[in-house]
């Protein structure tokens, strides 16, 4: 099980209802990782794009992360049961060489190219996302703490009234919808 492609672009985003950023001039990086599993007669695929908010990591996801992802043997990129990716291989050998600490925009080049991964590997298992993570991390659906909002940005505080909270899911909705419109993005700009 391998890693055969690495591709990214970089596409424009805008923050909405955020007076402190001007609109315009931001820029995000969507990915999409090709593994050489098959599944439907297609290369399962992982998509991922950077935070919202930020700007495109291009050159660090081409320049040291995905070539590290593309030469990796099979044994440093597979589960335990090797059946399937292990993430958090994937992640140690991205940073391998990396300097401690002082993580700056690489953290936001291999948090885009982890969650690709993540994507890919759910495919694999055949499983949502959200039930391959819990699946993983040993996590049970009865144990998960109850949240009243969550947003992507991590906008939800403890303190906050009803009307706020109000207020930031609907943020949550329309940050799900940006998602899904940069996911489509991704998919059409990487070519796949």
């Keep these: 099980m391998r890693i055969v492609e690495v591709r990214e672009r970089t596409l424009p985003i ?39 908010g930020r700007f495109a990591q291009g050159g660090l996801i081409r320049e040291r992360f995905a070539p590290r992802l593309l030469a990796a043997r099979e044994a440093d990129l597979v589960d335990q049961t090797g059946s399937n990716l292990d993430p958090f291989r994937a992640w140690r050998l991205m940073m391998a060489s990396e300097k401690p600490g002082g993580h700056g925009e690489r953290c936001v080049a291999v948090g885009t190219l982890d969650m690709a991964l993540w994507d890919a590997s759910a495919k694999i298992a055949g499983a949502p996302l959200y039930r391959h993570l819990a699946d993983r991390l040993g996590e049970n659906e009865m144990t998960w703490p109850q949240v009243a909002v969550y947003a992507g940005g991590g906008y939800y505080y403890p303190t906050d009234d009803v009307a706020v909270l109000a207020m930031k899911s609907a943020a949550s909705r329309i940050s799900a919808i940006t998602a899904s419109r940069l996911r489509s993005a991704a998919r059409r700009c990487c070519r796949i």
């Design 14 to 52: 805008s923050r909405y209802a955020d007076p402190a950023v001007p609109s315009g001039g931001l820029t995000t990086s969507a990915v999409a990782v090709t593994t050489d599993v098959i599944r439907g007669g297609h290369p399962v695929i992982g998509y991922g794009f950077a935070s919202i």
